[in-house]
């Protein structure tokens, strides 16, 4: 009895000294878990400079789907890093190399402007970053020389869709034989569309009557315009950003064009100029007007946060940075690599703008809208197909 009473006795000291070293920091302390893992985004957009309401609109959309998101994604805590590439691109290629090699991003959203996509997608391509641009939509973003560039992605159609979607309504609903196009030689989007436009028109019968270049930096156009007044062209072609295309649009007017105007996605903004451009059509990704309920749903949120009617610029930053979070859920790594595939595998995405799904080169086949610039409003015209 006695020998045992002391090994009792033995035991309960050891189980109690445990016991003062098991429970030092209280009792009822949860077991410890392993740190969330954190995932870097970019997002590169214009938020200063002569398109910064496109910049202004992508990171709000951006920023509400991130919030929504409640900062996560998968088994990630998602910390983001906003660039600012002011739509030029050499400053659109120092903030990708410092978002990939100081920030190290897994993937980007971005950026805008073609111009300034092209080169981020040539730098993050080789350096094996995912992008995905909201809005660039020149052929070249994703294809290098009909080379794929795989780690490219966008949320939007592309140019040669955009031109052909103008040319045929000009001649189909506006009953054009003739077109004036004017264009920013230094501008990829601008010269893209262009062409594309013209290859549609000529090829639907039409004529193209003058095909003028000008800079970035002109303001003065007087001379071009009073050339073509002469032509007496059914249409007026300007593939340009809100800023540029207001100012020729105003120009041309004062010179007597009574031209019809048209143009593509780059005249969606609020600071365009709307007395000079009333009565033109331009393509766009969207309208806020489409029935469906995910795009009321879109609608109501984003003005309840912001106070303004999401362009299509926000519509689509909004589909893109959601696409990639489904990217990287999927993936369930924050490889790039693994991104990329998982991204290139998704199919029948439900965006605000459309279902996505990419084809061989990074791009969603959607259908696009046509809008009419009236009464200080955009008003929602037609829907076309792909
Ligand atoms: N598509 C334009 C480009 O490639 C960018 C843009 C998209 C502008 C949508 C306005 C609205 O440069």
């Not at 098991?22 to 400079?49: D, N, S």
């Not at 980007?108 to 939509?137: D, F, K, L, R």
């Not at 259908?367 to 929602?380: E, M, N, R, T």
Request: charged share 20%; glycine share 8%.
């Amino acid at each position: 009895m006695v020998r045992v009473s002391k090994w009792v006795a033995l035991l309960t000291v050891i189980l109690f000294s445990l016991s003062i070293i098991a429970g030092c920091g209280g009792g009822g302390t949860p077991a410890p878990t392993a740190p969330v893992e954190e995932i870097k985004i970019g997002l590169i957009a214009p938020l200063t400079g002569d398109v910064k309401t496109f910049g202004e609109s992508v990171k709000n959309a951006f920023e509400l789907a991130i919030e929504e998101s409640g900062h996560k994604v998968g088994d990630f805590n998602i910390k983001y890093v906003i660039a600012d590439d002011r739509n030029v691109a050499t400053e659109a290629v120092n903030v990708a190399d410092k978002l990939i090699t100081q920030d190290k991003v897994s993937a980007i959203v971005g950026s805008v402007t073609s111009s300034c996509t092209i080169p981020i997608s040539e730098v993050a391509q080789a350096a094996g970053v995912v992008v995905i641009s909201p809005t660039a939509t020149n052929p070249k973003v994703t294809v290098d020389g009909g080379k794929r560039k795989d780690y490219i992605f966008r949320a939007c159609f592309i140019d040669p869709f955009q031109g052909t979607v103008a040319a045929r309504f000009a001649l189909d609903e506006l009953g054009a034989k003739t077109a004036a196009v004017l264009f920013d030689q230094g501008n990829d989007y601008t010269i893209g569309l262009k062409d594309y436009f013209k290859e549609a028109f000529v090829a639907g019968g039409g004529q193209v009557v003058a095909e003028e270049a000008y800079a970035k930096t002109d303001t003065d156009f007087s001379a071009v315009l009073t050339r073509i007044a002469q032509l007496k062209p059914d249409v007026l072609f300007l593939p340009d950003y809100y800023q540029k295309v207001s100012l020729i649009g105003k120009q041309a007017r004062d010179k007597g064009i009574t031209a019809t105007f048209l143009g593509g996605d780059g005249w969606d903004s609020p600071e365009i100029d709307w007395t000079a451009m009333d009565g033109g059509y331009f393509t766009n990704h969207y309208s806020p007007e489409d029935p469906r309920p995910e795009v009321k749903e879109w609608v109501d949120k984003y003005t309840a946060k912001y106070g303004q009617t999401p362009d299509a610029l926000a519509t689509l930053a909004y589909d893109a940075t959601k696409l990639l979070l489904a990217a990287i859920e999927k993936a369930g790594s924050k490889d790039p690599a693994a991104i990329r595939d998982a991204m290139a595998s998704i199919e029948g995405f439900q965006a605000v703008s459309g279902s996505i799904s990419f084809d061989e080169n990074g791009n969603p086949i959607k259908s696009a809208v046509i809008l009419q610039i009236k009464d200080g409003a955009q008003k929602f015209v037609t829907i076309v197909n792909p």
